[in-house]
């Protein structure tokens, strides 16, 4: 009489049809030589350096640190420099400014260049000299000594430098 369970401890044969200690070849979906250079790729595009985009040849999209900006004639060690309220505005999000009492528009910075698109300053152009200093260019692109100094909290100044 045939058993159809082997007793523990009997012997047989160690799976000899099964195909689960068999040797597969490996399938991939990439040859081993495509694998290679698309690795390759990867690393020597991680490694390079990455430019900054470049908006128009005019220099790299940049934006104002927010907040109020007052415009002034300097002054010299004898006298203080002369402020000039009309001038002054508001740097809001979104590439915009704010004109006290007057209204808004919207600006484009490309490198050290700062153009008012639009609003009451429209057409007006500075000199960008720092992230908080401006200078107003005259029709032909020469700076005139009106300023444009960023004034509030030193603290808020830093923080928007850092974005």
């Known amino acids: 009489m045939e058993r159809a369970l082997p ?4 012997a047989r044969p160690l799976a000899a049809a099964a195909d689960c200690f068999k040797s597969r070849q490996r399938v991939t979906a990439i040859p081993v030589m495509k694998r290679a250079i698309l690795l390759a790729s990867l690393a020597l595009a991680a490694a390079l350096p990455t430019a900054p985009a ?13 907040g109020p900006w007052r415009c002034e004639l300097p002054g010299d060690a ?10 002054n505005f508001r740097v809001a999000p ?9 209204g808004a528009g919207n600006y484009l ?10 609003g009451p300053f429209e057409g007006r152009r500075y000199a960008v000299d720092s992230e908080a200093m ?11 000594q009106l300023r444009c ?8 100044m830093a923080e928007s430098v850092v974005r």
């Open 7 to 10: 007793l523990i401890g009997e």
């Open 54 to 66: 470049q908006a128009v040849p005019g220099g790299q999209l940049r934006v104002l640190i927010q």
């Open 78 to 87: 004898t006298a203080m420099p002369v402020a000039q309220p009309a001038e």
């Open 94 to 102: 979104d590439s915009s400014y704010v004109v006290k009492g007057v």
């Open 109 to 118: 910075r490309l490198g050290d260049r700062l153009t008012m698109t639009s």
């Open 134 to 144: 401006l200078h107003r260019l005259d029709e032909t692109g020469n700076p005139t």
């Open 149 to 156: 100094v960023r004034t509030g909290s030193i603290t808020a």
